[in-house]
């Protein structure tokens, strides 16, 4: 049975709930560090954790140098692989937790250019099979015309708008899903003027009719008993989630984490209006926007 020493768990217990960016790097070395430590203690080899892991070797020696970050569900097939005591089981977990949930902040973004944050998202985008939006304030970028991209981006930048355009190509990849729920108010805030707006939701209405989509509307009338909107998420197959606030982006790769918003989706999911009904009321929204311009 593998046992941590004191002095690796001693940078463990107490990791924090809130998200420090600076400390993202130490949690993953920790937890890298950590993993090896408990495979050495056991006297196995890499070679004897991969089989009873059923992971690859190779999977298994880039974990334990830091080069892969091992998910929650590597790290729970480890410590019983392992025989892991209890305690040390859930302080390693807890590790896996914190490392596996990350922050990007705008201001980083910036720096490094927007055009690397639209290049990320189009990479998650494309290792994906199936993509679930929740929109209640705005809507993706997948689904902007040129006008509303770039009224969208408070820091607009002629490559970054280039690449979120560029990215909705992906739409029309048969082999992929990707279901857009939104909000009615989502589609009526006025980012543009009352043409550009109208010209925003028939494209809506266009995409709405692609083999790849799916598109729902929750209409502002006639739902009640619904729990707060607090923000726009993104789940990737059942394997990531991703959150927008005003300071950056959060992406969680705990599997708990990924379930409470896939459970949050299919509550709202059940109040939209789908299909020629979702359709229509875009229709009627772009004929309300042209009655104004």
Known sequence: MARLRASTLSAVPGVPTLIEPEEQEQQRADLAAALKELRLASGLSGERLAVRTGMSQTK????????TLATVFDVQAIVRALEVPEADAEELLKLARAA??????????????LEHRQRE?????????????????????????????????????????????ERQTVLYNRE?????????????WPILGPEGMAVQVDRLVSLASLASVRMGLIPSNGVSGLPALL?????????????????????????????????????FEEHALWGTDATSLLASISADFRARA
């Open 121 to 165: 998202l189009a990479k998650l985008e494309q290792d994906s099979r199936e993509i679930r939006f929740f929109l209640p304030t705005m809507l993706t970028g997948l689904l902007h015309t040129p006008e509303y991209a770039h009224a969208s981006m408070p820091y607009p930048q002629a490559a970054a708008i280039a690449k979120r355009l």
């Open 60 to 67: 298994v020696s880039r974990i334990e140098t830091g080069r």
């Open 176 to 188: 992929k899903r990707f279901t857009f729920l939104m909000t009615e108010g989502a589609v009526r």
């Open 231 to 267: 923000s726009i998420f993104v789940v990737y197959d059942e394997r990531l989630a991703t959150a927008e606030t005003y300071g950056g982006l959060v992406v969680m790769r705990d599997p708990r984490d990924v379930e409470i918003h896939l459970e949050r989706f299919r509550l």
């Open 100 to 113: 596996n949930t990350e922050f990007h902040d705008v201001r980083s973004s910036r720096r490094r250019g």
